[in-house]
């Protein structure tokens, strides 16, 4: 059973939730609780203490400080755990940002949700406990609605997880920022046009997808679930409508492989199998 679980960007939110409920439901692991500040993880340690009445006292959850933006944090991060816990059993990778401030193009979003993904994942991998290490990485159901809204060229590419290498990925990240600036790029990419569908924000988590694809393949000993919360009303979604699922489903939908048997390679939400490209509902 997992005793050393990882949840990075958790002292709000999705996080805060998938926290709350594995200190809860694993009462003899350590729950590491990942924050850019460490003020800010112990707030939030309070917060759950004063939101079960003094039911749990949530002494199994740590702080550890990590920004998943700054190298420099995340290998002070992987060496504190590896000198603290020697290994870890589980990665729950959720940091993310939706745009900064009101701006839906800032660096961050591809720096955070998709370089960041892979520098924390690749940094931890060496530390994960051998045959038994568990990644899991928080992406989005809107990957898959990007994705099958590309040129359906651009989309084989993207699909394409034979071909899929992390410099392949740095370059379309680059080549999207290259489109969207109205600059020559090499790959028809969704328009900024198409509103939140063409948007940074999607486009960041299926740019992230094909890595996680790759990654599971790479790594056959280690168990690997991509997994999607459902539009939840959380501060990052404030402004585009707050979201039409209590916080706490979506981090029990992203802490669902942590504690039930999975398919490893797979997308999932709330347990249930997702494709990595279809259709948008109709909004």
């Known amino acids: 059973m997992p005793h050393t679980i990882l ?5 709000k939110g999705i996080g805060y939730e998938a926290v709350k409920l594995l200190a809860q439901q694993k009462p003899q692991s350590t729950i590491l609780l990942g924050s850019r500040s460490v003020q800010n993880g112990q707030d939030a340690i309070e917060k759950m203490k004063a939101s079960v009445d003094g039911q749990y006292d949530f002494s199994n959850v740590k702080v550890l400080q990590i920004d998943v933006s700054d190298p420099g944090s995340i290998q002070s991060a992987v060496q504190h ?8 059993d589980v990665l729950l990778h959720n940091s993310g940002v939706m745009r900064v401030g009101d701006d839906w193009m800032h660096p961050s979003i591809f720096e955070v949700n998709t370089r960041g993904a892979h520098d924390t994942v690749e940094a931890f991998t060496p530390i994960l406990t051998p045959e038994q290490g568990v990644v899991v990485v928080v992406s989005s159901q809107v990957a898959g609605w990007y994705t099958h809204a590309l040129p359906a060229e651009t ?5 394409d997880v034979d071909q899929v290498t992390w410099p ?15 600059a020559k790029a090499q790959h028809e990419w969704v328009p900024l046009s198409q509103g939140m569908t063409g948007s940074k924000y999607f486009a960041s988590k299926a740019l992230l997808n094909p890595y996680l694809r790759a990654y599971a393949r790479a790594h056959p000993s ?9 539009y939840c009303k959380t501060e990052m979604n404030e402004g585009v409508g707050g979201g039409d699922r209590p916080a706490s489903v979506g981090g029990a939908s992203v802490a ?6 999975f398919e490893s390679g797979k997308f999932y939400q709330d347990g249930k199998e997702l494709e990595w490209s279809y259709a948008a509902p109709a909004w």
Do not use: H
């Open 168 to 182: 392949r990925i740095q370059g379309w990240l680059r080549d999207w920022d290259q489109f969207a600036s109205g």
């Open 81 to 88: 755990v590896k000198s603290t816990y020697n290994t870890l």
């Open 222 to 230: 280690i168990k690997v679930a991509v997994v999607c919360p459902g």
């Open 256 to 261: 669902w492989p942590i504690l039930n048997e």
């Open 155 to 159: 989309r084989s590419m993207l699909l």
């Open 7 to 11: 949840v990075t960007g958790s002292n």
